[in-house]
């Protein structure tokens, strides 16, 4: 454009919402810090189990004055004191927990990451969590039922009305990572044989509508989804207009059984705020919203960012540190494993290395730089599948196109490595053969990350698996062994 | 529970809404197979032109029958044909693309990833693309601006009307990563003295209200945000509620110079579908929605996990070898530097090497896992730097925890990998003497690890860089290079 564009209001920026939360955990950190009533805790012996931390605080926090922080806490979103409490070391949460208003504790549970949820579920009685809970819907007692012990969600059930009840069951009985686990049960239905106008009379009933309310559902008398009617088509119309008239016949829904996953891709895709839930039949059983797609979104990232550094599970950042260290031992020990057999590739090769000491100071970069090319294949082709792009009709060309690039690459940084070496072992008598041998196993070690990247992903995908689970260690292993096996092989050759 | 939930419905579900999709991609891949005009284009020269190729395939498609394609073209939504076109070679791509109806071109060409968006551009005429670009709204025209050639922008531009120009002007003013970049200007309005009544009349002279309204905009004279007014307030209260009444004035709105990252966190954080976006003063000029939000999410995902493995930018899957491969290398050449530079210290134990060559063997071991374990701890750390919660006040507490977790590895990884050793060189004179030299350098190489994987990010994030970009490389070099200096060292002076 040749107009020139001039920035407007370009002054310093209020403070968003997110800084409010965090200052609200800094007022918090400082009026902690030094309480006496925490001097208190940290003397009493046993400070590490929690249900008895959790009866200490409860008993001793009368005794104090918490105005200052009541007041702090007082007008934060569930969602910012969750976010105070992750936060925040074990004992100065549990007492923050304690000052929240009873009434919110359900809702800040629902808010918690699943480690610092364990943790503060640990601090609470039966009896505090029944009350914590039963304030919750039973699409939400659902989502906190495999974490809560098994007589609470009894005793919460039991408290419910049938239809919640029934709901409960429903919303437990689907698997995790199911549209039905993750659907809500908040509905509103409507005639398709009524006018707008009745509709709207209807809606003026309510003391609130769902949040997340951008339609109403249109069923038959059976509860068969019919259609939906955004508020957009209510509001547009004319109040004497039908239902019938107006709605929207084919718009997106999802079967309960449905991934998760999946429906929150077409929520992305198609810019949903909500849709509808229907048994196989077609009858009507719940919605899904944004905010749903949202978390879905996030905790897929999340896991997969997790996954990759081999942590099986989000940590609590105050954990204990044997706690935390557990969490990272498989993906420790599986990868020793894999050292120990490169180490092994190495040895059946020590012959050749005492002859030619310089092939253990470059062995490591012919393994290093395949292993960081192999990981580019890997991780392009993981999210060319995680997108659907992938089919058999174009996966030859993927990797005919990723075997070009290896070899490309391989070409180039196999020269330069090669003449490296050369140059850096010029005034040996072996400096020309170890700049070829160099270049040669680079060549090769590059095509076969390449290979292996590929590979393993679409075989994990072929079988059912999730395409990156485990993949990393296994290209590592390849890379590693295969690396020190064809440049020490290749070696042996020519110095004999 | 006590009460078994049993399942209900386990019925094998319909397909969803993106396996239509895939489906969509599969036929298209059928009809364009063995095409008698694919087999034309492939026969000419230079298909690498995409503006030649594009005007090569416009002047063929009408001698060819493609109703089968159109077909299946036609049915699809924006952002499933731009699916398709992400998965098709680039010659059958542009055939895709000159088939999609022409009133779509602008909406598939916003839902495109930048490479391809790029491709496609880059094979139209400036006429073809200002009839694009014209019917989109000016925040979506802003959005492509940066990938169209000027003189396109400018000429859309000038056919704008006076107030959407000054929009397309204000959207192109805001850096990349603000809320003024992403947010629209589909505002409603209304003033805070009238009745839902009058509200309820002035919706209904809309054709159809903006997508994702949940709320209109409650401003004064001067255009100065008073509130909002969702559509569930209005639609609960009756109409003869004044709007001052029944608004909410306390609601959250954005800055137009926020991060858009942190409003995004936001949206997910209190469940929003749409807000207010502001200037400094207080005038409302646009609004983000929560369809922003969740690209913004899925975005900055995606930019962790490519920029993780070293790939500059997103790649197209058909983008020549040539491309794929420059978009490879800086992270190649940069890992190629720190193996060499690895690869210099182990140059100056090759003394030590020559005498005890099972050292070779093993150092790779004392590498790898000290970087494995530190790129654990650097895992959490970004993390929770991500989400706010390590401040001054608990970094310490983290460091000593992160350090902690690493004498712990250090321990217990260390002395199964001495005790591996030991065993593996029991035959030997100096088989203890190695087991030890082993754990050891495993336990000062995994706090070195623990250590690294800590201040990288954080000194990054103190610097007001992104603790994520170049971390690992940072990270990967010191643990092999340390790595093999402790080792090789400590064996120095055992085995002098």
Redesign the interface.
């Known amino acids: 454009?040749?107009?020139p564009?001039?920035?407007?209001?370009?002054?310093p920026?209020?403070p968003?919402?997110?800084?409010a939360?965090?200052n609200a955990?800094?007022r918090v950190?400082d009026l902690l810090?030094d309480h006496p009533m925490l001097e208190v805790l940290a003397d009493r012996e046993d400070p590490r189990d929690q249900a008895q931390l959790g009866e200490s605080i409860e008993q001793l926090i009368p005794n104090y004055d918490f105005s200052a922080l009541r007041e702090t806490l007082d007008p934060l979103?569930p969602?910012?004191v969750a976010?105070v409490l992750?936060?925040?070391?074990r004992t100065e949460r549990l007492v923050v927990f304690e000052l929240v208003k009873a009434s919110l504790d359900g809702d800040v549970l629902l808010e918690l990451s699943e480690p610092v949820r364990e943790s503060v579920i640990a601090s609470m009685d039966t009896e505090e969590l029944v009350e914590a809970v039963e304030t919750l819907d039973a699409d939400e007692i659902a989502d906190l039922?495999p974490d809560l012990p098994?007589e609470v969600?009894?005793e919460v059930?039991e408290g419910l009305d049938p239809e919640e009840r029934e709901q409960l069951?429903?919303a437990?009985?689907?698997p995790d990572d199911s549209v039905g686990a993750r659907m809500d049960f908040e509905l509103i239905t409507v005639r398709e044989d009524v006018s707008l106008e009745v509709v709207?009379r209807y809606?003026?009933r309510?003391?609130?509508?769902p949040?997340?309310?951008?339609k109403v559902f249109v069923v038959d008398r059976e509860d068969n989804l019919r259609g939906t009617l955004s508020?957009?088509r209510l509001?547009?119309?004319?109040p004497e207009v039908m239902v019938e008239d107006v709605m929207a016949r084919d718009g997106?829904s999802?079967?309960?059984?449905?991934?998760a996953g999946?429906?929150a891709?077409?929520?992305?895709?198609?810019?949903l705020?909500s849709a509808p839930v229907v048994?196989?039949?077609g009858r009507l059983i719940g919605r899904l919203t944004?905010?749903d797609?949202?978390?879905v979104?996030?905790e897929e990232?999340?896991a997969?960012?997790?996954s990759?550094?081999?942590?099986r599970e989000d940590?609590d950042?105050?954990a204990s540190?044997?706690a935390?260290?557990k969490n990272?031992?498989m993906?420790?020990?599986l990868?020793?494993c894999t050292?120990?057999f490169?180490?092994?590739v190495?040895?059946a090769f020590?012959g050749t290395?005492?002859k030619v000491?310089?092939?253990?100071?470059?062995?490591?970069?012919v393994?290093?730089?395949a292993g960081?090319?192999g990981?580019?294949t890997?991780?392009?082709v993981i999210?060319?599948l995680a997108?659907?792009?992938?089919?058999a009709?174009?996966a030859r060309?993927?990797i005919v196109?990723e075997l070009?690039?290896a070899a490309?690459?391989g070409l180039?940084?196999g020269t330069?490595?090669g003449l490296?070496a050369w140059w850096?072992y010029n005034d040996t008598p072996y400096g020309l053969k170890l700049g070829f041998t160099m270049m040669l196993a680079m060549m090769l070690n590059l095509l076969l990350g390449a290979l292996v990247g590929m590979a393993v992903p679409l075989v994990l995908q072929r079988f059912g698996r999730d395409p990156a689970l485990g993949s990393s260690v296994l290209l590592?292993f390849s890379t590693?062994s295969m690396g020190f096996f064809i440049f020490l092989g290749l070696a042996t050759i020519f110095f004999r």
């Open positions: 454009m040749n107009a564009l001039e920035p407007i209001d370009l002054e920026q209020a968003s919402d997110h800084e939360a965090q955990l800094e950190q810090r979103h969602a910012d976010f992750e936060a925040l070391p039922a098994p969600v009894e059930s069951r429903t437990m009985s689907y709207l809606l003026r309510f003391d609130k509508l949040d997340h309310t951008d508020l957009d509001l547009v119309n004319e997106i999802f079967n309960a059984l449905d991934d999946e429906a891709k077409a929520f992305q895709r198609y810019d705020v048994a196989p039949g944004v905010a797609a949202v978390d979104i996030q990232g999340d997969d960012l997790l990759q550094a081999g942590l940590e950042l105050f540190v044997w935390s260290a990272r031992w993906w420790l020990g990868n020793l050292a120990f490169a180490s092994r190495i040895g020590e290395i005492s000491v310089a092939l253990a100071a470059l062995m490591p970069i393994a290093g730089i960081n090319s990981n580019q890997m991780t392009l999210r060319s997108l659907g792009q992938t089919n009709s174009n060309r993927l196109k070009g690039i490309t690459n180039v940084w330069i490595a490296f850096l590592t590693d």
